[in-house]
């Protein structure tokens, strides 16, 4: 008995030791960061926005009115919820990031999807679109793209991140686009070195507060989470993070935070599932627990709480629900996944994005004609769209006819933008009254097929109809749900502002930068 209680005393002991210095170098993390950048908790209201991946409105309204999402109800009925957001084409999560941060179409920022083809390296890009797809192209080559050249190489340079282009300090938590104007080191852990052959420490460039897993740390005192809880890349980390800024009065004027657990919770139940807007709820108890209550922390901050893509339910039939884009276009050569780069004789890259994908035409004998005409076979397929003569054309299995227009025109939409159209406008579900376009199930469709029209010279681009999910050899398959497409159930998300009675002019994610950049400076 009494060794027994030595030991806990011993352990106790220990255990107070630890965390009286893990306060002490939390405390002292604290002071150089506000020694390095003085101005940081000056601005009288920081704007903090959270992204909660695949949030969507349907189950939000639910989870509120259920009481089971107290916090997101309490910014709700104290704010504003705009039900529905546009968001970027493809639904991918690299895509609308870039899109959010540059406010720019990926025809400018240059990132396509999460899988596109690079015609300058020649090679196809793949910024980890499952665990077999990226071991099968190589893990390093994988981790290389999305953690580091995702920012420094594929982001254009001309197309500046809202880090870039404020005048003082951000920040961004666990955020996979984060280029900034300061440099920092990023500390590579044991087994990633051993297993694919990074060096110790890699060099970027982000914002002036940077967090990114365990990679690079804010808060010493943050946990260490082991490979299997993606070393940080999870909510309870950007949770831990972002609670050490609030409460050691450190937020920028400006802070990002990504919180990525529920897109794994819908991918593997489906859209309806409030388990991961219940876990990102009790996130957000902790953050406004920060303060010394709930309605302070929104007479000190604006808070915006934003999905990037919905999802669309996978039928139940798992035979007929994916679309394998290889057996469809067997007669052609396509490059195999693992090949990376074409090799002599290959007719076609494909590269799928869940429900969308593009199909590289490289062989030149190869006309747009004979590959619409194999894929209109199967009726799965929902949209099939290419760019040639200078227009874009849009052809549907289900549709007769076909669709084209192009930028600059007659007919005005509710964004302001202007198209000539001509052919079948319910092929992508427009109405025209009086030269007006008002679109249907495929939200601000022109302009986001427009603005991925110069992946390369020679592509198509595909989306499966709801219901259903393109593969091409090891792609992933959802058996819950998925995203990629234009539709509005891939395409709406919500967003809910509390703090401010500030609204972006458009309902749109390649709006909201500019809406930012507005209330920083005022």
């Given at each position: 008995m009494m060794i027994t209680l030595v030991l806990v005393g011993i352990a106790l002991l220990v255990m107070f030791v630890i965390g009286f210095f893990s306060m002490q170098r939390a405390s002292k993390q604290a002071q150089n960061l506000q020694k390095r950048f003085p101005?940081?908790?000056?601005?009288?209201?920081?704007?903090?926005?959270?992204?909660?991946?695949?949030?969507?409105?349907?189950?939000?309204?639910?989870?509120?009115?259920?009481?089971?999402?107290?916090?997101?109800?309490?910014?709700?009925?104290?704010?504003?919820?705009?039900?529905?957001?546009?968001?970027?084409?493809?639904?991918?999560?690299?895509?609308?990031?870039?899109?959010?941060?540059?406010?720019?179409?990926?025809n400018q920022h240059q990132?396509?999807?999460?899988?596109?083809?690079?015609?300058?390296?020649?090679?196809?890009?793949?910024?980890?679109?499952?665990?077999?797809?990226?071991f099968r192209v190589g893990l390093k080559?994988?981790?290389?793209?999305?953690?580091?050249?995702?920012?420094?190489r594929y982001l254009h340079a001309n197309t500046k991140t809202i880090h870039e282009a404020f005048d003082g300090p951000t920040a961004s938590i666990n955020a996979f686009v984060y280029r900034g104007n300061h440099s920092h080191t990023l500390h590579i852990p044991w087994l990633m070195r051993q297993f694919v052959?990074?060096?110790?420490?890699?060099?970027?460039?982000?914002?002036?507060?940077?967090?990114?897993?365990?990679?690079?740390?804010l808060n010493p005192h943050t946990r260490h989470?082991?490979?299997w809880h993606?070393?940080?890349?999870?909510?309870?980390?950007?949770?831990?993070?972002?609670?050490?800024?609030?409460?050691?009065?450190?937020?920028?004027?400006?802070?990002?935070?990504?919180?990525?657990?529920?897109?794994?919770?819908?991918?593997?139940?489906?859209?309806?599932?409030?388990?991961?807007?219940?876990r990102f709820d009790k996130s957000l108890q902790s953050i406004l627990n920060s303060y010394a209550s709930w309605k302070e922390a929104l007479e000190q901050t604006i808070f915006i709480v934003l999905g990037d893509s919905g999802q669309t339910d996978t039928i139940a039939n798992q035979q007929q629900a994916f679309v394998d884009l290889k057996q469809l276009l067997a007669p052609y050569q396509i490059t195999p996944v693992q090949s990376q780069r074409p090799q002599a004789g290959d007719q076609l890259v494909c590269c799928v994005n869940e429900r969308m994908a593009y199909l590289y035409l490289l062989d030149e004998q190869l006309s747009f004609t004979e590959v619409v005409n194999r894929l209109?076979?199967?009726?799965?397929?929902?949209?099939?769209?290419?760019?040639?003569?200078?227009?874009?054309?849009?052809?549907?299995?289900?549709?007769?006819?076909?669709?084209?227009?192009?930028?600059?025109?007659e007919f005005v939409d509710e964004y302001q933008q202007t198209w000539s159209l001509e052919g079948n406008l319910a092929i992508l579900d427009l109405s025209v009254n009086d030269h007006t376009i008002s679109y249907g199930i495929y939200p601000d469709a022109l302009s986001r097929l427009q603005g991925v029209s110069e992946t390369y010279e020679r592509v198509i681009i595909l989306t499966a109809a709801p219901g259903y999910e393109l593969?091409?050899?090891?792609?992933?398959?959802?058996?819950?749900?998925?995203?990629?497409?234009?539709?509005?159930?891939?395409?709406?998300?919500p967003m809910i502002v509390a703090g401010t009675d500030s609204t972006p002019r458009y309902s749109r994610i390649i709006d909201i930068k500019a809406w930012l950049l507005d209330l920083l400076q005022t």
């Open positions: 101005t940081l908790a000056k601005r009288q209201k920081p704007i903090v926005m959270l992204i909660v991946d695949s949030l969507m409105t349907k189950p939000l309204i639910q989870a509120m009115q259920a009481g089971r999402a107290p916090a997101l109800k309490f910014l709700s009925d104290q704010g504003n919820l705009f039900p529905k957001v546009v968001s970027s084409f493809p639904t991918m999560s690299v895509t609308i990031d870039s899109t959010l941060l540059t406010g720019t179409s990926p990132i396509f999807g999460l899988n596109y083809y690079d015609p300058k390296q020649k090679r196809i890009v793949n910024f980890g679109t499952g665990a077999i797809e990226s080559q994988v981790l290389t793209d999305s953690l580091i050249h995702l920012n420094h052959g990074f060096p110790p420490q890699l060099s970027i460039k982000g914002p002036a507060l940077f967090s990114f897993g365990k990679l690079h740390k989470d082991p490979i993606r070393y940080g890349g999870n909510d309870r980390f950007t949770t831990d993070e972002l609670t050490f800024l609030i409460r050691k009065q450190l937020l920028p004027p400006f802070t990002i935070a990504y919180f990525p657990s529920n897109d794994d919770v819908v991918h593997q139940k489906g859209s309806s599932v409030l388990k991961g807007i219940e209109k076979q199967e009726k799965r397929i929902d949209l099939i769209a290419w760019k040639e003569n200078g227009h874009f054309h849009v052809v549907s299995g289900e549709q007769k006819g076909g669709l084209r227009f192009s930028a600059g025109g593969i091409f050899g090891p792609s992933p398959k959802h058996r819950g749900a998925s995203h990629g497409s234009l539709h509005y159930l891939d395409s709406y998300v």
